[in-house]
């Protein structure tokens, strides 16, 4: 029999496969994030799973707004998943807080109010911590320093299997992610690797793909500059069957 759920935070990378993952069994939707961007769910779910969905667009941190939308929402489960990172925490320590501390508390106390027995949230691998020791860092930054000669993405790989060999977290199968950004809107390469047990190797794997030719793709998308960027496909073949080779 299909269920309700609530999900906080489902525009993240763990939210959206789970909803993708409630719908495809049949289950009912309901996502709750202060953004209303849908694009990790646009790309892994098709447009009528997608349909299926409802969105609620809300702040976390007030409590009134959380227990109206749970309400609302007939929910009979709820998975909490909203949370800031470190960088954002680190710069924010009390928005951090009354995201990842009040806003947790504000959906217990709303699942409780309505006697919703089923709640699941979740943390991240940062609580087990790093090593006693700072290797892991040291290495990672030791690799960065040493491989300045190489592209960028290439770069930041060779200083991520560092860390990693110096004792870096290596438990189950992991995930990695490379998201690099420059002057534009859209990023200059977004990579990520999930459920993998040698994701490192993987995401160098897909960093060599996109040297074939979405790197030399990208020049002509629309930038700033030139919003309409350039459309001849002749002109982007012969660009990229040109770089490919070696040429200019």
Known sequence: MAATYFITGAHGCIGSWIVKAL????DDAVVFDRSDDPRRLRAI????????????????????????????????????????????CKADPIGGAMVNVV?????FEAARSLSINNV???SSAAVYGLN???????ETAKAYLARAS?????RLIAAMRAGE???????GKQSAALLIHGSEEWSDLDLRVDDHTDPLAELERLEQVSRERWVHFRPFLPTRQNPAGITDRKIIDTSIEAANAGKT
Do not use: C, W
């Open 23 to 26: 719908v495809e069994r049949g």
């Open 45 to 88: 779910m098709d447009p009528d799973q997608l349909a299926t969905v409802r969105f609620v667009l809300g702040d976390i941190t007030d409590g009134a707004v959380v227990q109206r939308a749970l309400a609302f929402s007939q929910a009979t489960r709820v998975i909490h998943l909203a949370g800031l990172q470190v960088p954002i």
């Open 103 to 107: 806003g947790t508390l504000n959906v």
């Open 120 to 122: 699941v949230y979740a």
């Open 132 to 138: 006693d020791d700072d290797a892991v860092l040291d």
């Open 150 to 154: 190489l592209p960028f993405a290439r």
């Open 165 to 171: 060999a110096a004792g870096g977290d290596k438990r």
